[in-house]
């Protein structure tokens, strides 16, 4: 039992916890710009296929 509260102690007081926990929130904070520009250049090039096929479609059937 001694062994196990020396090691919580030596976590609790050890600056290792905190960096990783910062590392943690800058890869979340990167993993949500990525999926946000992903998405938006996702919508973008639908909505240009979109006009696209839709100029194709009506200068055919005139």
């Known amino acids: 039992m001694y062994m196990l509260t020396t090691k919580v102690r030596r976590f609790l007081v050890a600056d290792d916890g905190p960096t990783a926990v910062e590392y ?24 240009t296929f979109q006009s696209i096929s839709d ?3 009506g200068g055919s059937a005139s």
């Open 24 to 47: 943690a929130v800058m890869l979340a904070l990167i993993v949500v710009v990525c999926l946000t520009a992903i998405s938006s250049i996702g919508t973008n090039a639908k909505n």
């Open 55 to 57: 100029s194709l479609a």
